[in-house]
T-cell receptor, first 114, second 114 residues
Framework: DSGVTQTPKHLITATGQRVTLRCSPR?????VYWYQQSLDQGLQFLIQ???????AKGNILERFSAQQFPDLHSELNLSSLELGDSALYFC?????????????FGEGSRLTVL | AQSVAQPEDQVNVAEGNPLTVKCTYS??????LFWYVQYPNRGLQFLLK??????LVKGSYGFEAEFNKSQTSFHLKKPSALVSDSALYFC????????????FGQGTELSVKP
């Protein structure tokens, strides 16, 4: 158990809908990262937050947004969903951010868009 | 830009034989390199990392990795493979200049047969 909790584990929805994925980092970790894993794109970095502030942005679509709350949990919002958004979405956390420590990953949220 | 490459999509090994999963990297500055393993329908689990020091890094579950600066490689090894080692393995490099996110290779599917 990495200590990172993601909900929901599975989500099935229709095109055009909006969903919210939630992540609770390990106790004491200030930095949260979101990744998307799909068969054709591999593991793609989406966005990082550090202590409530956006720190880095990757290949995140404009239809997607995220935030980190004062209690350090984070939410990834996906809107106007398309079939191609079906993927496994991972959250990871680390103590600080730009250091040499490893990231700890949650079990992921599997999104299926029909 | 930082990047890693895993030249093999799949590696097949017989149980009891040594295994090697290859990774090469391209970084500016000091390389901070990581190996993760992903079992089916699970999150990524940290195996080991190279930050500095000894070129042979020992990690979890009997795995080790050899850092080779001249060949810009960071191959994952295990002296004697187990069937339970069958999984998807990812090499990653830490992007210290961009919030510390990990940049992952495409992954290598390891299959260990009895």
């Amino acid at each position: 158990d990495s200590g990172v909790t993601q909900t929901p584990k599975h989500l099935i929805t229709a095109t055009g809908q909006r969903v919210t994925l939630r992540c609770s980092p390990r106790s004491g970790d200030l930095s949260v990262y979101w990744y998307q894993q799909s068969l054709d794109q591999g593991l793609q970095f989406l966005i990082q937050y550090y202590n409530g502030e956006e720190r880095a942005k990757g290949n995140i679509l404009e239809r997607f947004s995220a935030q980190q709350f004062p209690d350090l949990h984070s939410e990834l919002n996906l809107s106007s969903l398309e079939l191609g958004d079906s993927a496994l979405y991972f959250c990871a956390s680390s103590v600080i951010g730009a250091d040499t420590g490893e990231l700890f990953f949650g079990e992921g949220s599997r999104l299926t868009v029909l | 830009a930082q990047s890693v490459a895993q030249p093999e999509d799949q590696v097949n090994v017989a149980e009891g034989n040594p295994l090697t999963v290859k990774c090469t990297y391209s970084v500016s500055g000091n390389p901070y390199l990581f190996w993760y393993v992903q079992y089916p329908n699970r999150g990524l689990q940290f195996l080991l990392k190279y930050i500095t020091g000894d070129n042979l890094v020992k990690g979890s579950y009997g795995f080790e990795a050899e850092f080779n600066k001249s060949q810009t490689s960071f191959h994952l090894k295990k002296p004697s493979a187990l069937v339970s080692d069958s999984a998807l393995y990812f090499c990653a490099v830490r992007d210290g200049g961009q919030g510390g996110k990990l940049i992952f290779g495409q992954g290598t599917e390891l299959s260990v047969k009895p």
